[in-house]
């Protein structure tokens, strides 16, 4: 489709190729070539609005997020973790109108939190907004702080995400507008390596 093809477009308009391998801050891989989407918000604000309204339709679809939910009906909070993910989170709740809880850089895996219980709410049911979804770490350790906090995990959304597993091994609580596939990858020539040759 068109909205496809100039998405694609966007995405490889903002591939970063680095000489040197760049270490993931999250996840024990190694990142030569990533896609840098803050690039894509300064460079094309407008369209990347439209992005976002695409992915605030399919959660909607996907989640059933009611438009005037009541007291037994009541919507998921969006979960934000940085400040990609915030500003698309804001973009979300200005389309669907839910509440964000945003908790700052939840992706380090060695960061400590003292304060989660007074943040999650429990019985609460939270979606985790991403920018870019690569291995899936941050989601996994965002699902588990909302877990652990007495809140309901219920998925996770992003702009794009990267099929690393085989489509019958993959999960199925996620919503995205693209996927970058080992179909699609020829042109976006996206990497992932470890230390392993």
């Known amino acids: 489709t068109l909205f496809q093809n100039e998405l694609l477009s966007n995405i490889i308009n903002c591939k970063v190729d680095k000489s040197n391998d760049r270490k993931h801050h999250s996840s024990s891989v190694y990142l030569p070539v990533f896609i840098d989407l803050k690039k894509m918000i300064v460079n094309n604000k407008p369209f990347f609005t439209y992005i976002v309204?695409?992915?605030?339709?399919?959660?909607k679809e996907k989640w059933n997020l009611?438009?005037?939910?009541?007291?037994?009906?009541?919507?998921?909070?969006?979960?934000?973790?940085?400040?990609?993910?915030?500003?698309i989170a804001s973009l979300l709740s200005s389309f669907?109108?839910?509440?964000?809880?945003?908790?700052?850089?939840?992706?380090?895996?060695?960061?400590?939190y003292s304060n989660l219980k007074n943040r999650i709410q429990e019985g609460s049911d939270y979606i985790v907004i991403s920018d870019f979804v690569c291995l899936g770490t941050e989601v996994k350790i965002?699902?588990?702080?909302?877990?652990?906090?007495?809140?309901?995990?219920?998925?996770?959304?992003?702009?794009?995400?990267?099929?690393?597993?085989?489509?019958?091994?993959?999960?199925?609580?996620?919503?995205?507008?693209?996927k970058i596939t080992k179909e699609n990858n020829s042109e976006i020539k996206y990497k992932i390596k470890t230390a392993l040759k």
């Open 66 to 87: 009611k438009d005037n939910p009541n007291m037994e009906t009541k919507n998921p909070v969006l979960f934000c973790q940085n400040l990609n993910s915030s500003f």
């Open 53 to 59: 309204y695409k992915l605030a339709m399919k959660m």
């Open 96 to 112: 669907l109108k839910l509440d964000i809880l945003s908790m700052d850089h939840i992706g380090p895996i060695n960061k400590v």
């Open 142 to 178: 965002c699902k588990n702080v909302i877990n652990y906090s007495g809140g309901n995990y219920v998925g996770n959304a992003s702009i794009i995400r990267v099929e690393t597993l085989k489509p019958e091994d993959d999960y199925t609580d996620y919503e995205f507008v693209f």
